[in-house]
């Protein structure tokens, strides 16, 4: 039986978990670590995204893995925090906060990232199967593509159906399915370039043109 929910009680704490989110998510690793590592504005060089892909493009192998990591590790500390707190609603909250805040940080004036490493943390924190099956989906659209950006498109399109059909967990489908559309709209200027066979391959010297918009992955 469903208990009604005293909302002069719990919107504080929905609306704390939803801010501790937000305010981890929103914390830019690529161009902090960037920065402190000494190089130039990562939003100058390559797409002029502040992801791991183009921390990459500056050379620096390490920066781009702790900027992966970062990236993941803030969301999946995000749901933690606010399952231990207070239950997994909260943490589903922190979860879609800290996806917010990772494409529309309020340091960087609203203009962040695509997602991607930030969408695997979460998955990592709420589903380790989920997480499993995208990671793998990814790999083998990328060997079989070369594209870095088909493999994620791919892998968070499945990641919904996978969490409804195979672990029957409707509340996390339902997220996840609205962190993809997110996901994919951020994408944009990849599927426009896929489409258009302009997309760089993985390995390829060929650097996207930086995409137009409010994303900088």
């Known amino acids: ?43 100058t060089i390559g797409s002029g995204n502040i992801g791991a892909t183009n921390v990459l493009r500056t050379g620096r192998k390490g920066l781009a893995a702790a900027t992966l990591v970062g990236d993941a590790l803030k969301a999946s500390v ?80 499945a990641t919904p159906v996978f969490l409804w059909w195979y672990q029957h967990d409707l509340q996390n489908a339902a997220l996840f399915a609205v962190l993809t559309v997110l996901l994919w709209v951020m994408h944009r200027g990849n599927i426009a370039r896929l489409a258009s066979g302009r997309e760089g391959k993985i390995g390829s010297s060929k650097t996207p043109a930086a995409d137009h918009g409010p994303s900088h992955e």
């Open 1 to 43: 039986m469903l208990r009604p929910i005293n909302w002069s009680l719990a919107l504080p704490y929905y609306a704390g978990a939803f801010l501790l989110g937000y305010l981890l998510g929103s914390i830019p690793f690529g161009l902090v670590l960037t920065r402190l590592a000494g190089t130039q504005d990562i939003r």
């Open 78 to 157: 995000a749901v933690w925090l606010a399952t231990w707190f207070g239950g997994p609603d909260l943490g589903l909250l922190a979860a879609l906060g800290a996806f917010l805040g990772h494409l529309f940080p309020v340091w960087l004036k609203f203009k962040g990232g695509k997602g991607v490493a930030t969408y695997i943390g979460l998955l990592l924190a709420l589903s380790w199967q989920a997480a499993s099956a995208f990671c793998l989906i990814w790999i083998v659209v990328a060997v079989l593509t070369r594209y870095s950006s088909l493999a994620a498109l791919s892998a968070s399109a």
